[in-house]
């Protein structure tokens, strides 16, 4: 079981693991570590959702943002304010890490889901937690809906056999509207606009 991904305990041993990962320009080193998303290795749908994300502006929340990477990644590529938030206290601890590593400048909060997140956002990024469970995340997505800024938009990374449609369905729901904007064996990143 991974729960321990999205807990607020520290109950697996640490072992740290430094990753590079290329990115336009720029070559980016993260140390990644147990009990946090995708230990010693870029995820390959975040991979996914970074290269079909487009260019951005403003302010970004990387929500759920395990050991930092695409909050990171995003904000040294497009300049962008960044708040990164996650429950976990090791995945905090190795963004703030990362983030200076990586020369950017990030808040970094514990937060369950949106309670520690304060203000509003022109984009929000997420892989979701997909074993936490459908209620989680679909309250994760009504929680970006009220952090955005009229226009602000939505990016979210998942595959079709970790429920794709019905998330489609929710996010068409809460936001009235939800493009696919790639779709290739199973896996969708999908964009909503407020």
């Known amino acids: 079981m991974i729960s321990h991904y999205f807990s607020k305990e520290e109950i697996v041993e640490s072992d740290p693991q430094i990753i590079k990962y290329q990115f336009g320009s ?9 009990g946090v998303f995708s230990l010693g290795k870029m995820d390959g749908a975040t991979d996914i959702l970074l290269r079909h994300i487009p260019s951005l502006e403003g302010s970004l929340l990387d ?11 995003l904000a040294k590529e497009y300049g962008l304010d960044v708040t990164q938030a996650d429950i976990n206290p090791r995945a905090v601890r190795l963004t703030k890490e990362n983030a200076a590593r990586n020369g950017v400048i990030s808040q970094v909060v514990q937060s369950d889901q949106f309670r520690g ?17 459908k209620n989680v995340i679909f ?56």
Do not use: W
């Open 117 to 133: 997140i304060q203000g509003l956002f022109d984009t929000v990024v997420m892989n979701p937690p997909i074993h936490a469970g």
């Open 139 to 194: 309250d994760m997505y009504e929680g970006t809906y009220r952090h955005l800024k009229p226009g602000g938009k939505l990016y979210i990374v998942i595959y079709k056999k970790h429920g794709a449609e019905s998330s489609v369905k929710r996010l068409n729901e809460i936001f009235g509207n939800c493009e696919v904007i790639y779709k290739k064996k199973g896996c969708n990143v999908l964009c909503c606009k407020r």
């Open 26 to 34: 720029n070559v980016f080193t993260f140390m990644t570590d147990t």
């Open 63 to 73: 929500m759920g943002c395990g050991y930092g990477c695409i909050g990171i990644i």
